[in-house]
């Protein structure tokens, strides 16, 4: 069900572990072939966030990829985009290839959620942020260029105490209290919350190549 705090486009600590749940389901369920989202604890076994592991993400000199899975085949961008329902892309040919961890982490003090990631070769090596910002797709260039939640910052991982990428929080509640004001059926089916992480990572994901697939709407 939809809450006062969903409405103002944030979300409760207690709400985020309901949306993490559905989402977990929603996307095992759909993008079946892709690495899963799964939930893990902190040390106290009381707080957690949302993880997926080794996502890859190919690109040529002349084009930015977009994450995939491992083993998972290849599409080009030949192919008509409407016609193709995977999560993610890859382009062929790719010149390099790169792991990405995500994490989804919930921030009590702006009360949304926070994407969290890091980078590395296929030696283990980090991924320093201009080797990042090579591959990012295009896209999301100018996003982070004209979008101030974009901003992707380097901070201490909050439960692994090393390191990580995020895009900062600063005016996700104001873009996420108009898309869910701009959705009158969301406020009549009462779905908001369950709906809130899918809606969120299809905004968010775009700026690391993450493309969440029509079918996980379609399935709440």
Same mark, same amino acid.
């Given at each position: 069900m939809g809450t006062k705090e969903e409405a103002q486009g944030t979300l409760s600590s207690t709400d985020f572990g309901v949306a993490a749940s559905a989402f977990i389901l929603n996307w095992n369920t759909v993008c079946s072939s892709f690495p899963p989202w799964t939930w893990v604890l902190s040390h106290h076994q009381v707080e957690g966030?949302?993880?997926?592991?080794?996502? !890859? $993400?190919?690109?040529?000199? *002349?084009?930015? +990829?977009?994450?995939?899975? =491992? +083993?998972r085949g290849i599409h080009s961008h030949q192919e008509d985009p409407i016609d193709v329902d995977d999560a993610t892309l890859v382009h062929t040919n790719p010149c390099k290839v790169h792991y990405y961890d995500l994490h989804i982490i919930y921030c009590n003090s702006y009360r949304v959620p926070v994407l969290?990631?890091?980078?590395?070769? &296929?030696? +283990?090596?980090?991924? *320093?942020?201009? %080797?990042? %910002?090579? /591959?990012?797709?295009?896209? &999301?260039?100018?996003?982070?260029?004209?979008?101030? #939640?974009?901003?992707?910052?380097? *901070?201490?991982?909050?439960?692994?105490?090393?390191? #990580?990428? @995020?895009?900062? =929080?600063?005016?996700?509640? %104001? #873009?996420?209290? $108009?898309?869910?004001?701009?959705? /009158?059926?969301?406020? @009549?089916? +009462?779905?908001?919350?369950? !709906?809130?992480?899918?809606?969120?990572?299809?905004?968010?994901?775009?700026?690391?190549?993450?493309?969440? =697939?029509? %079918?996980?709407? @379609?399935? !709440?």
């Open positions: 966030y949302l993880s997926l592991e080794n996502m !890859l $993400l190919s690109s040529t000199q *002349e084009e930015h +990829g977009e994450l995939s899975c =491992p +083993g969290y990631f890091r980078a590395y070769d &296929s030696d +283990g090596e980090p991924l *320093e942020f201009d %080797e990042i %910002e090579k /591959d990012l797709p295009a896209y &999301s260039k100018k996003a982070l260029s004209d979008s101030k #939640w974009t901003f992707i910052t380097q *901070e201490e991982h909050p439960y692994l105490n090393r390191p #990580w990428y @995020k895009l900062h =929080p600063c005016g996700t509640s %104001e #873009w996420m209290k $108009l898309l869910f004001h701009a959705d /009158d059926a969301l406020a @009549k089916t +009462g779905v908001a919350i369950e !709906l809130y992480l899918v809606t969120w990572l299809s905004v968010v994901g775009h700026v690391v190549g993450l493309r969440i =697939p029509f %079918e996980m709407m @379609k399935q !709440l």
